[in-house]
């Protein structure tokens, strides 16, 4: 078991600047112990070492750069196709969808002219409601917001959400 130095018996340290009787804080004048001196040769291989380094830690950074540029360009590409890929499969299954809606309906007994008229009725008011809600989206898109409430002053953001409202 371990045991705490506290405990232990207190032993004075051998202090030669110290005469007898007097307190560690009266010390008597120290004697020099000689430096060795510092050639300049080591000098300069001290600063060469801290510069070489520097350059590796500076390569390794911008490595380190690199890659996060890399991965994150592989991120938006793999993000673009993907979204692409779920457009285009959403397409076919809206195609498909109004493909069955249509067969559906002209076996209803309904005229061409009437399934074409409600399946363009149907996509219209679709299609519409998807304008309103990315044109609503669209009135939000501003920085400044972000610049004021950076700044500490939110007011002014709300403010113009409020005027933009009080437009419509």
Known sequence: MNRSSVNDSATPRPDGNVSDGASPHQEQ?????PQPDITLDEVI???????EAKKLQF???WELVGAEAKLLRQSVLVTALATLA???FG???WLILNAASAVLLAKAGLHD????????LVNGLLMFMAWR??????????????????????E???AKAQQNKQER
Do not use: Y
Request: aromatic share 6%.
């Open 156 to 158: 002014e953001g709300n």
């Open 133 to 154: 809600v990315a044109k609503d989206a669209f009135n939000h898109i501003s920085i400044n917001p972000l610049v004021a409430a950076v700044k500490g002053e939110p």
């Open 29 to 33: 004048p120290a004697k020099q112990v």
């Open 86 to 88: 779920t457009f285009a």
């Open 45 to 51: 291989a001290a600063v060469t070492d801290l510069i």
């Open 91 to 93: 397409c076919v299954c």
């Open 113 to 120: 002219a009437w399934v074409a008229a409600i399946l363009l």
């Open 59 to 61: 390569s390794a950074q």
